[in-house]
């Protein structure tokens, strides 16, 4: 019996959700990204539907790490061997990996391990993936992210900023690429992340319940017409999922073609300077995510719409505060980040092409 995803285009409001998750899905380099809100509010039905969005993928058959055959460089050492023995890789099309990693997890089971069974019939030390090597190229989702032993999440945040898994066991030493869309999610009433791993989440998205009582009736129509016929019910959804899979893709080519301006970095790291947040993470991510948007929407430079929705991503969840004092007022991202542009036109400072630095080169690589 095959599993038939809910559509990711059937998901009713949480607009903000949805393009978080659309940003990493053109650019998974970005970092990732939080959802966090109370629960039955659709977080976990919106991962998956985002994996089963994604556009197919071509790998070597036979191998676990979904290695891709036009990327000799990123092959695993055991797609290596194979090659260089001449030993013919062949080619298999998958759906887009979609890990769900369970709480339960062991670092062993995630990393990867020393592949006992083997070590016992044929007395040789070989690497047994985990699953950072399943989620190569795919989703890994954390639900309850917060409940998770804090060194686990610690390494795989590290696994995503790096792109690499590097494995030490009983004498085995495996590296892989793990290359991944890292998405988490969280209900806060259950106790908060620490802020250090907050920040290593490029984006975060608050997600409330749907109030308006048009909006909710929607959302009961469409799942009682998908679990009476899930296979019905995504057919008729299958022309928008294909449409949007089509931009998804057309994002991705457009995106190393996405300009900006010295101005539009003065701006973005003098609103992250003003909220003072600490750290040069946030900059970074608003960057990627403004491209990311900017891709998406078909347009070749930036512009204040796509640094503003990007600095309300990245921003929000690494502004400090005292857990006794109250919930601050938000923040008008749009009027912070006009303000930053004014300041910038102003008063300009360093530029970095004067230094040669390709910034548009450095994030692409």
């Known amino acids: 019996?095959?599993?038939?995803?809910?559509?990711?285009?059937?998901?009713?409001?949480?607009?903000?959700m949805k393009r978080a998750l659309l940003l990493n899905a053109v650019d998974p380099g970005?970092?990732?990204?939080?959802?966090?809100?109370?629960?039955?509010?659709?977080?976990?039905?919106?991962?998956?539907?985002?994996?089963?969005?994604?556009?197919?993928?071509?790998?070597?058959?036979?191998?676990?790490?979904?290695?891709?055959p036009d990327a000799p460089d990123s092959?695993?050492?055991?797609?290596?061997?194979?090659?260089?023995?001449?030993?013919?890789?062949?080619?298999?099309l998958i759906p887009t990996p979609f890990v769900n990693l369970p709480l339960s997890v062991t670092e062993d089971r995630l990393v990867g391990t020393l592949d006992i069974e083997r070590a016992l019939k044929e007395g040789v030390r070989?690497?047994?993936?985990?699953l950072l090597a399943s989620a190569h190229r795919g989703v890994l989702y954390i639900d309850e992210v917060n409940l998770l032993d804090d060194h686990l999440v610690d390494l795989l945040l590290d696994v995503a900023a790096m792109g690499v898994n590097v494995v030490e066991r009983e004498g085995v030493s495996f590296t892989h690429a793990s290359r991944f869309i890292l998405i988490g999610s969280m209900n806060p009433e259950e106790g908060d992340l620490r802020p250090q791993l907050l920040d290593r989440f490029a984006l975060a998205v608050d997600v409330s319940t749907v109030r308006d009582p048009e909006m909710r009736m929607r959302i009961m129509e469409r799942h009682l017409a998908f679990s009476q016929d899930p296979a019905g019910f995504r057919a008729q959804w299958e022309a928008e999922e294909e449409a949007l899979r089509a931009r998804i893709l057309q994002a991705r080519e457009r995106l190393p073609l996405v300009t900006h301006t010295p101005q539009d970095l003065e701006a973005i790291a003098t609103l992250v300077a003003r909220v003072q947040v600490p750290g040069h993470r946030a900059e970074l991510a608003i960057l990627r995510a403004a491209r990311a948007n900017a891709a998406l929407e078909g347009r070749d430079a930036l512009t204040q719409e796509d640094i503003t929705l990007a600095a309300a991503l990245a921003l929000r969840h690494r502004l400090r505060r005292d857990p006794l004092e109250p919930m601050p007022e938000p923040l008008d991202w749009g009027r912070l980040v006009q303000e930053a542009y004014r300041q910038a036109q102003a008063e300009p400072v360093w530029r970095p092409a004067e230094a040669g630095i390709d910034v548009k080169k450095d994030l692409q690589g």
């Not at 990732?32 to 969005?53: N, Y």
């Not at 092959?75 to 298999?92: F, I, K, N, T, Y």
């Open 30 to 68: 970005i970092g990732g990204v939080l959802l966090r809100g109370e629960r039955g509010t659709g977080k976990s039905t919106a991962a998956r539907a985002l994996a089963g969005l994604l556009p197919p993928l071509r790998v070597i058959r036979g191998c676990p790490f979904h290695c891709d």
């Open 1 to 16: 019996m095959s599993w038939v995803l809910y559509p990711f285009t059937a998901i009713v409001d949480q607009e903000e």
């Open 75 to 92: 092959w695993c050492p055991w797609c290596q061997e194979r090659h260089a023995q001449g030993v013919p890789l062949e080619e298999d």
């Open 126 to 130: 070989a690497f047994q993936p985990g």
